[in-house]
């Protein structure tokens, strides 16, 4: 693809366009576009217009865009994300029903923890993760898992820091947070009260194919609830997703 003038290539600046987009931010103006994605208003526009015209934007009847069907269509073929999903959602059903409370799909990816999936109960405690949502990988408790088991080098970066507060008790001392990554790998789960929100705790445990940790599996708990009945919904429901899994192809980590 050919490179601006300041050597970014054309594929670097559909990215950057298509990343002003997030769980909060669903519809914008090509202007809004343009100033979050730090392009000239020439240069995201015709990016806009070419997106539009190949259906991964769209635009309302107010010429404000959205991402397009397509651009789903697309991300779902083949994916690796939709295959661990769909292996682990009827099992993150029951862990739902018996609990009653958030449950939810994580998997690493660029050095954060993206939700996948999320099942709600009317009733639960406060919790801001969202479906294609991200947190830290220190500050949640999916996040915690899926760090534990990452590749060292990728351990080591986060470890550097700056490792930032979330909530009331997010560990922010890197000290601390390697040991708690060493138990966590002991363990097999992870517990974090405060670690997001004052009110909650969560609960992960790993979730693998063929030994490799590919996700994380987690509950949120209102912080009083005991850890013990959501540690084993979660390590059940892993189990049997994992036995799922062994039917299709491998996955890769995210």
Known sequence: MANSASGESMIARVVRVID???????????????????????????????????????????????????????????????RLRQAALPHMESVQAEL??????????????????????????????????RLPLHASSSGLVLLAHADPALRERVLEGPLRAVGPNTITDPAVLRRAL???????????????????????????????VVAALSVVLPREAPVEPALVALRDAAARSEADLRDDAPLTRQ
């Open 182 to 212: 060493a138990e966590i790998r002991r363990s097999g789960f992870v517990s974090a009260p405060g670690s997001i929100e004052a009110v909650s705790t969560g609960v992960a445990v790993p979730l693998r194919d063929r030994g490799e």
């Open 20 to 82: 002003t987009f997030g769980v909060d931010r669903t519809v914008q103006t090509a202007s809004e576009i343009g100033r979050r994605a730090g392009l000239p208003s020439s240069t995201a526009h015709r990016i806009i217009d070419e997106l539009v015209d190949e259906g991964l934007l769209e635009r309302d009847l107010e010429h404000r865009v959205r991402l397009g069907t397509r651009l789903w269509e697309l991300a779902l073929r083949g994916s690796t994300a939709l």
């Open 100 to 133: 009653r409370e958030h449950t939810q799909l994580a998997v690493l990816e660029r050095d954060e923890a993206l939700f996948l999936e999320r099942l709600s109960h009317p009733d639960a405690v406060s919790n801001i993760t969202r479906v294609a949502g």
